[in-house]
């Protein structure tokens, strides 16, 4: 197996039903492979449950709470409760994953507006980082968000996907940006890797996003194709040369990010 160390997979969906018979397996993956931190993504209540319960249990893993834009309908007290709840456990480093994601719309648009906002706002209150989804939204993201970035410890916008027009926004925002393994993607991943140099250093995370976008040009391709976070040596080693830098300088650098940014270290 590849290895690249340290790493920080600041995006995986351990909880997944995709998961369930080998999930051990996996981690120990991706432990082999160098990767020392995994955050565990909450997409609803049940699923942050889930990746805190996990968390918990689990040395190297951390975890956030929110709700999905696609699960934006399900917002009310009660879920706004239960968030709260959650961001009170001790492993719990961030507040989603929430966003805007206009290309699928499975909850209406004025639902993710509402319940985005909302967690932007409890975020801010809780003083814990968010961990943001966007897709086909960028103009009223970026709006809603700017409305409380003064007020939030950081903001990633988790499987950043589109090209300059949307990334330079998000900077002025102080945004950091997490890269998966869409960047190896041949057909759609052109505007993201010409943008790849203008992140900053200091701003740059990976992640894989599994199980979901392998890396397309890995070989062999990954069984059932199904992403795994060992495959972050893969993506990491990707936007590496892309950006002109040694694999080993970008492990560093991204891990260290991912710490600071989720308060990992002391």
């Known amino acids: 197996m590849d290895q690249l160390r340290p790493l920080v997979d600041i995006g995986v969906n351990l909880t997944h039903r995709r998961f369930a018979a080998d999930r051990d397996a996996v981690m120990e993956r991706a432990r082999a492979a160098g990767v020392e931190t995994m955050v565990l993504t909450g997409v609803d209540v049940a699923g942050s449950e889930a990746a805190a319960a996990l968390a918990a249990d689990a040395a190297d893993c951390v975890n956030t709470a929110g709700v999905h834009p696609h699960h934006a309908l399900d917002w009310d007290a009660d879920t706004a409760a239960a968030v709260r709840a959650l961001a009170g456990r001790a492993k719990t480093v961030a507040i989603g994953e929430t966003g805007l994601d206009f290309n699928r ?20 209150e ?115 040369d892309l950006r002109g830098e040694s694999a080993e300088a970008l492990a560093e650098a991204t891990a260290r990010n991912a710490r600071a940014f989720f308060r990992l270290e002391g």
Not at 115 to 122: D, G, I, R, S, V
Not at 139 to 157: C, M, N, Q, S
Not at 180 to 203: F, H, Q, Y
């Open 105 to 124: 719309d499975f909850s209406p648009r004025r639902a993710q507006e509402n319940a985005f906002a909302a967690q932007l706002e409890l975020a801010a």
């Open 126 to 240: 809780l003083g814990l980082p968010v961990f943001l989804h966007q897709r086909d939204a960028a103009e009223r993201f970026t709006a809603i968000l700017a409305d409380y970035r003064d007020a939030l410890p950081g903001a990633v916008v988790h499987c950043f996907t589109d090209g300059r027009d949307v990334l330079h926004p998000l900077l002025d925002l102080d945004c950091h940006i997490g890269v998966t393994g869409w960047v190896c993607d041949e057909r759609r991943g052109s505007a993201l890797r010409e943008c790849l140099g203008d992140i900053p250093g200091d701003r740059l995370m990976v992640e894989t996003d599994a199980p979901f976008l392998p890396p397309r040009d890995m070989r062999p391709k990954p069984p059932h194709g199904r992403n795994e976070p060992a495959f972050l040596v893969h993506v990491a080693r990707r936007v590496a």
